[in-house]
């Protein structure tokens, strides 16, 4: 169902919690369980769009998760399609990931080990900021209230600016991407372990996850470490040994 159909039916304080939380997590928090938020967007008077500008439209996106610890999800998402923008995401593809595995079963003592990347097209700065107005009816009451919304409505919305990478955006893929590349490459740590033990490395990037082989486990799990100071990495499975027949 749609979000405005959602709020209207029994469980309509439950999903006005859950966009509450949404928008908290993207502007400046929510009061009082959320003090800061990721401050990718940020409310604005209509008239100080910048000229030349246009501003795209919300899509908000609902689903019930039941294998999730928080099982009512909401995303809002910006009309990509109304965004200039036309660099694609280089990811790993099938014949990578196949020659990735089979690497990894014909070393000796080689290890692999996969990961996820929470939010991984989220965060990302923008050197352009993109402009989105939100319907003030999708807007919930504390919302509303906390960020003082309603002199900003303007025929029915309320402008705002995104500063950083969002969901829907044609560019957060490759910004995403870009950033998380130029971690691996500006590793000193990584760079000067490779040349004292004469090791080897492989990294894929896949979507939003990293899959690594190497023959030094300490090596092969220090790589989520790289990217934690910007991504919040979890492990889906810990090094494994290949066994070679």
Known sequence: MEYPQLNLGEDSKLWLAVASREIGCLAQGKQPDMPTGSKMMHFLDHRNLPAGRKATYLRIVAAIKLHKVETH?????????????????PTADLETIKLLLNSTVSTRNAKMLTADIAFFYLGT??????????????????IMEQYNLAPLVHHGHVLTEIQKGMYGLRQAGIL??????????LSDNLADYFTKHHSFLTIASCARGIWSTNT????????????????????????QTSRIA
């Open 73 to 89: 999800r909401i995303r809002f998402t910006v009309g990509g399609n109304r965004i200039d923008y036309y660099l694609s995401t």
């Open 176 to 185: 995403a991407y870009s950033r998380l590349v130029q971690h691996f490459a």
């Open 125 to 142: 700065p923008m050197d352009r900021y993109k402009y989105m107005r939100i319907p003030a009816k999708d807007i919930p009451a504390n």
């Open 216 to 239: 030094d486990q300490l090596l092969c799990m220090g790589v989520l470490n790289l990217p934690r100071n910007h991504f919040r990495v979890t492990l889906r499975s810990r090094p």
